[in-house]
């Protein structure tokens, strides 16, 4: 396994490029199993789960151009289906895999796909995605691990109600109901910035969507999609990430292609501790206007709520902060993983079921720290940073799944970080 090494204490400054959102581009990817044509992607990310879900494509019978992503742009053609078949050799690797189910039942009439097992921070029910195509006339089991699904005749529009605004289950039920019979109405869905990017894709296949960007979405299905060319957005975690970087270093980064609109609630927390934001022609730039960030509550919510998936940076930021914080994490059971390996930096948090409460310190200590997932590790990486002295970071392949080249641009913006590279996972 790789392993990442930092000598930390230096200000950052500069400027890094922010990639395509990896929680867009996955669902974005499966768009081809809707259609015969060709699917152009611009902005695509390298990453660990966009190969895992190009290899998924493959073995269902997509052509790949540009596998190697040369120019951050794909392009896939899936003219007939090779497979209808998920397996879980391929599903085991990336939870996102679920995707493939609503677009394969909905072109093929069926679909078999892995059940896609545990995750580190917690249960991600796939229940549903199960119960709102079954309600748009699916049948559907559970045998052997893998979900049997079959609508020999078709998806039918519906009114779905998602119990809670799952991102993934949204996704999949708006892609199922783009080749459905009639109108699909999903009732407290997800509104995160990744579903209008799925939406605005779908648009221009031929679907007709309304109520883009809010918890009530219509989906009129066609009986077929066109092609299209479409730009990934920029990911706003991996924004949020560095802006934090910036701070915890005392540095000044801008981030080229980030759009502070889609951190609404994150971007007031860091103005409450501390962190000025001014807009460029290209992005924002961000630092500090006062000598130390202050220490800030916070909980995870919904978008447009706090983002679980920015929570373990901001713990890291408050545990460098000025007095006590607390953070209260309502998404994930087990979204604290991070804590220990934190507390072995020197960092004071105490942790009570969902709740955290930071005593901000004014420095931590290097050591040998292990990634549990993968906002887990870069809060690692972000602690190094700051920390004076050299920090190892072991299983960082977790890193991969959702950082693009973090040690060059991490090493372009002043910081010193290498990668020592092991046997493979």
């Known amino acids: 396994m790789d392993k990442i090494t930092i000598t930390g204490g230096k200000p950052l400054h500069g400027a890094i490029h922010i990639s395509g959102a990896k929680n867009a581009a996955l669902p974005l990817l499966c768009v081809t199993l809707l259609t015969n044509q060709a699917i152009t992607l611009t902005n695509v990310p390298k990453l660990a789960d966009v190969e895992s879900m190009l290899t998924l494509l493959e073995h269902l019978g997509t052509h790949v151009e540009n596998r190697i992503l040369s120019d951050r742009t794909l392009v896939l053609q899936t003219p007939t289906l090779a497979s209808h078949e998920a397996p879980y050799d391929i599903v085991r690797k990336m939870r996102a895999s679920i995707l493939s189910l609503g677009p394969l039942l909905a072109r093929e009439g069926k679909a078999r796909v892995s059940l896609p097992g545990g995750c580190a921070i917690g249960t991600r029910p796939v229940n549903f995605h199960i119960e709102g195509l079954r309600t748009m006339g699916a049948t559907i089991a559970i045998e052997n691990g893998y979900i049997e699904a079959t609508a020999p005749h078709g998806l039918t529009g519906a009114e779905i109600v998602l119990p809670l605004p799952s991102v993934t289950g949204t996704e999949n039920l708006m892609m ?19 579903i209008g990017d799925l939406a605005n894709c779908l648009l221009q296949m031929g679907v007709t969507i309304t109520g883009i960007g809010t918890s009530t979405l219509r989906i009129t299905g066609v009986p077929n999609l066109t092609g299209a060319t479409h730009a990934i957005i920029a990911d706003r975690i991996e924004a949020g990430t560095y802006a934090v970087a910036a701070l915890i270093t005392d540095g000044e980064l801008e981030l080229i292609g980030a759009n502070l609109d889609t951190l609404p609630v994150f971007r007031q ?47 890291v930021l408050m545990s460098l902060a000025e007095g ?72 960082v392949y977790h890193l991969d799944r959702g950082y693009e080249n973090i040690e060059q641009k991490l090493s372009a913006v002043g910081a010193t970080i290498s990668r020592i590279v092991g046997e493979p996972v």
Do not use: C
């Open 176 to 194: 199922a109901a783009a080749l459905a019979h009639g109108t699909t109405t999903l009732i407290n869905a997800a509104s995160e910035p990744e």
């Open 269 to 315: 927390a860091l103005e409450r501790a501390g962190a000025l934001f001014t807009p460029t022609a290209q992005g924002f730039t961000v630092k500090r206007n006062r000598p130390r960030m202050q220490g800030v509550d916070v909980i995870t919510e919904y978008y447009p709520g706090f983002a679980t998936d920015l929570q373990a940076q901001f713990m």
């Open 324 to 395: 006590v914080s607390v953070i209260k994490e309502t998404i994930w059971e087990n979204r604290f993983m991070h804590v220990p390996e934190l507390s072995r930096m020197g960092a004071d948090i105490r942790t009570e079921g969902n709740n955290a409460f930071v005593q901000g310190k004014k420095s931590l200590n290097p050591a040998e720290v292990m990634a549990t997932d993968l906002r887990a590790s870069v809060s690692l990486v972000l602690a190094a940073l700051a920390t004076k002295g050299e920090t190892t970071i072991s299983r």
